[in-house]
């Protein structure tokens, strides 16, 4: 688990309450292009993308540029992480926290640690 004090606490939150946007979380196990994306979730492809950058400004879903071998290049959406903690805190904020997918063992121990010792 990392803790992004950067994150936008309110365009996860308005990414996760919008049903299409969390049809594309569930689609993006892999790395997909946003015509592949509205296929499956059965959604026009202008909606597709308007859903894709709500979740990019959320940063729960970031893109990769496949080069193919006639030069080209296409653009696939992949999602950024596996998870969303949200707590109150003392101060009756809320505090979100993303589990990323490339976050190693290591990682998640030290932002564990960074944790607990801010509540001590």
Known sequence: MRRDEELDTQAV????ADPDCRAILATLDQPRPAKQVADECD???TSTYR???QLSEA???S???EVRSDGHHATRYVRDCSGVFVTLTDEDRFDVDV???QETP????ASLWTRISEEL
């Open 13 to 16: 939150f308005d990414a996760l």
């Open 43 to 45: 959604m026009a492809q």
């Open 51 to 53: 859903k894709l950058e």
């Open 59 to 61: 940063d729960l879903v």
């Open 63 to 65: 893109e990769e540029t």
């Open 99 to 101: 589990l990323r997918d």
């Open 106 to 109: 290591d990682e998640r121990l």
